[in-house]
């Protein structure tokens, strides 16, 4: 059951994506940006997680996850250490996409030659 | 004038397509739906029909009574969103690991919090940890069968208990 | 002649209809089956962390992006995501491997440039204001959520 609810969520989410490219003639950039912030917005008022535990990984593979967890981590900090943790806390969640990019990369240009 | 009518053709192949792919859509979430329902009823000991199949009938053998843990099995597949759970005690611990329905897996951190205080108030003299989390499912099943089928020491269910409790910790 | 000149003001009028409507449920078809999929391998990958390793509901998120990008990674490699996302659009942009993608293909398209200067400088280039407005939009919301907690309101 998970695993249909993980197409249909992570579907939508990019369905949505879709529409903004085509209807509203958006480029990549700004709307995976607007995607991110739709994400962090949705945490602030706890309607990601909820999100989470329904579609599993259709939730947490879209980008929108990336601007729940920025949030979830920043919040989870400000609980034990108050307003500084906003700032010191925001990638301990997160760490993995950005790293994993970053390291992939590197490896990635060593492996690979350019096309064209 | 053949333009047009080239045109008409065409697009009445591109909708035939288009026809082709709508049914092909509701094709496909069918035979996903339908394979995830059989890979639902596998786990035939979490059927909410029939609440008594999921209990462990603990034998002899363990030197802790599980009678408190099969308690509180009872007491959760009562409620209509549990579909299945798992439980195990020692002496001042009670551990339960449940098991949503789908639609109701919106209200899960509730439903957790939910059942935590009415397991608490119902046995007052242990500590009661309850997990919606599919891990601690897999966990307790096994410690589960394994109190069914061996002895297993007091120290070494502690040990157990104690493991599971960490990764229910580790997730906050 | 006239009726010629209708029908053909007709046509272009029809193609003008069908041209602005078609693509964008195709389109979104698109998007769906492969966004969906990619999600259901993640769903996948994640089934298997929790089965195998020691890994909670909570904590499989981490292990499960970082395999999906190393996939990414490879598909990036050898030229196929590209066509994955001439075919897919959003569908392969808006899950994180499209993220990954875009710091990989980055990295690897600059390389020719060295690798302080050509990857180290290209390779946030597209990926950069995700992580810009990610991160900005996230330390507004945190700290708005908590300034309201500490005075009480929520």
Redesign the interface.
């Given at each position: 059951?998970?695993?249909?609810?993980?197409?249909?969520?992570?579907?939508?989410?990019?369905?949505?994506?879709?529409?903004?490219?085509?209807?509203l003639k958006l480029t990549?950039?700004h709307?995976?940006?607007i995607?991110?912030?739709i994400?962090?917005?949705l945490?602030?008022f706890g309607l990601y997680?909820?999100?989470i535990?329904?579609?599993?990984?259709?939730a947490?593979?879209?980008?929108?996850?990336?601007?729940n967890?920025?949030?979830h981590g920043?919040?989870q900090e400000?609980d034990q250490h108050?307003?500084i943790?906003?700032?010191t806390g925001?990638f301990e969640?997160t760490?993995?996409?950005?790293?994993?990019?970053?390291i992939?990369?590197?490896?990635?240009?060593i492996?690979?030659?350019?096309?064209g | 004038m053949p333009a047009f009518a080239f045109h008409t053709y065409k697009s009445q192949v591109m909708h035939m397509k288009q026809i082709r792919k709508k049914a092909f859509l509701p094709a496909l979430l069918l035979i996903?739906?339908s394979v995830?329902?059989c890979?639902?009823n596998e786990d035939g000991r979490s059927a909410s029909d029939n609440p008594d199949y999921d209990l462990t009938q603990v034998s002899n053998k363990s030197e802790i009574s599980q009678e408190i843990a099969n308690q509180a099995k009872r007491t959760i597949l009562k409620k209509q969103e549990v579909i299945g759970a798992r439980a195990v005690n020692t002496s001042d611990q009670l551990l339960v690991a449940i098991e949503i329905r789908?639609m109701d897996?919106?209200?899960?951190?509730k439903l957790e919090k939910n059942i935590t205080s009415d397991l608490e108030k119902k046995f007052k003299d242990k500590k009661v940890t309850v997990s919606?989390d599919k891990k601690i499912y897999l966990e307790l099943d096994e410690l589960e069968s394994r109190l069914q089928t061996k002895d297993v020491s007091e120290q070494k269910l502690d040990k157990e208990t104690n493991r599971i409790k960490k990764l229910i910790s580790d997730e906050a | 002649m006239t009726s010629n000149k209708q029908t053909n003001q007709e046509y272009k009028q029809f193609a003008k209809q069908r041209e602005t409507k078609r693509?964008?449920l195709k389109?979104?078809i698109r998007?769906?089956?492969?966004?969906?999929?990619?999600?259901?391998f993640?769903?996948?990958?994640?089934?298997f962390y929790i089965h195998f390793f020691h890994f909670t509901?909570q904590n499989v998120?981490?292990?499960?992006?970082?395999t999906?990008?190393?996939f990414?990674?490879l598909l990036?490699?050898?030229?196929l995501y590209d066509k994955l996302a001439q075919f897919a659009?959003?569908?392969s942009?808006?899950?994180?491997?499209?993220?990954?993608n875009a710091?990989?293909s980055?990295?690897?398209?600059?390389?020719?440039e060295g690798?302080v200067l050509g990857?180290g400088g290209n390779?946030f280039k597209?990926?950069g204001?995700?992580?810009?407005?990610?991160?900005f939009?996230?330390?507004v919301?945190?700290?708005?959520?908590?300034?309201l907690i500490?005075w009480g309101v929520l």
């Open positions: 059951m998970m695993f249909f609810w993980a197409f249909v969520v992570g579907g939508l989410i990019c369905v949505i994506g879709q529409l903004m490219f085509d209807i990549p950039g709307t995976l940006s995607l991110v912030v994400g962090a917005l945490d602030g997680e909820p999100l535990d329904f579609a599993g990984a259709g947490t593979v879209p980008i929108t996850s990336f601007g967890s920025l949030v920043a919040m400000a108050g307003l943790g906003v700032v925001m969640m760490s993995s996409g950005i790293t994993s990019a970053i992939f990369g590197m490896i990635g240009a492996l690979f030659k350019p096309k | 996903s739906l995830t329902g890979a639902n789908q897996r919106f209200r899960l951190k919606t | 693509p964008i389109n979104c998007a769906f089956l492969v966004g969906g999929l990619i999600c259901t993640g769903q996948l990958i994640s089934t509901e998120g981490n292990p499960t992006v970082a999906l990008i190393f990414t990674m990036t490699g050898f030229g659009g959003a569908g942009a808006v899950p994180v491997t499209g993220f990954g710091v990989i980055a990295a690897i398209e600059h390389r020719a690798f990857v390779m597209l990926a204001s995700v992580i810009l407005f990610g991160v939009s996230a330390f919301i945190a700290l708005i959520k908590t300034l500490q």
